[in-house]
């Protein structure tokens, strides 16, 4: 089984920054993928971001150059920097970890971004 732990969500105004973590404990392989996906309200939850074990990154088009996805395999941790938010990144972020084609989920951490 594996567990992951994100935190670092908070309360932004408009153009500000904010980084988010995730931890991942359990039984957790050499190669896996790590990622963020966020879900807004009365929308369906959308991919923000993924990163491989080997550092090989993907965004989605609405953050491209303003978000940057990194991680630290020794710690099992993926890490979400944001920046130039926009009211429109407002979201609950969720940790994604993938392996053997298992999907698992975090809990959930919740950004807000003011106007």
């Known amino acids: 089984q594996v567990h992951l732990v994100e935190s670092g969500g908070g309360l932004v105004q408009a153009g500000g920054s904010l980084r988010l973590s995730c931890a991942a404990s359990g039984n957790i392989f050499r190669i896996n993928v790590m990622g963020w996906y966020r879900q807004a309200p009365g929308k369906q939850r959308e991919l923000v971001g993924t990163?491989?074990?080997?550092?090989?990154?993907n965004y989605a088009d609405s953050v491209k150059g303003r978000f940057t996805i990194s991680r630290d395999n020794a710690k099992n941790t993926v890490y979400l920097q944001m920046s130039s938010l926009k009211p429109e990144d407002t979201a609950i972020y969720f940790c994604?970890?993938?392996?053997?084609?298992?999907?698992?989920w975090g809990q959930g951490t919740q950004v807000t971004v003011s106007s």
């Open positions: 990163i491989t074990s080997s550092g090989s990154t």
């Open positions: 994604n970890l993938r392996q053997f084609g298992v999907e698992y």
